[in-house]
């Protein structure tokens, strides 16, 4: 038997988490910044527009984001 689903957790409710996420975000694209640097993927003025952009949607009242966390349950008969 095998049984997969997904649910949403939304970061946007209001100001207080949108920042939350924002900082979240930010701090998972600097854990991963020399990662992306080494391997030729960006240049670290691209990752400092991305966290500039981060910053900028955590202060709009209409921004969106959901992240999707997936799960798979099996098991062997």
Same mark, same amino acid.
Request: net charge negative; with cysteine; proline share 1%.
């Given at each position: 038997?095998?049984?997969?689903?997904?649910?949403?957790?939304?970061?946007?409710? !209001?100001?207080?988490?949108?920042?939350?996420a924002?900082? $979240?975000?930010?701090h998972?694209?600097?854990?991963?910044?020399?990662?992306?640097?080494?391997?030729?993927?960006?240049? $670290?003025?691209?990752? $400092?527009?991305?966290?500039?952009?981060?910053d900028?949607?955590?202060? $709009?009242? !209409?921004?969106?984001?959901?992240?999707?966390?997936?799960?798979?349950?099996?098991?062997?008969?």
């Amino acid at each position: 038997m095998i049984w997969s689903g997904a649910s949403y957790v939304n970061h946007c409710a !209001d100001a207080a988490t949108r920042r939350e996420a924002a900082a $979240d975000a930010q701090h998972s694209l600097n854990e991963l910044r020399r990662g992306l640097l080494d391997k030729g993927l960006t240049s $670290d003025g691209e990752i $400092d527009e991305a966290l500039a952009a981060w910053d900028i949607w955590g202060q $709009d009242p !209409d921004a969106i984001y959901l992240r999707c966390r997936c799960k798979c349950v099996a098991r062997k008969s």
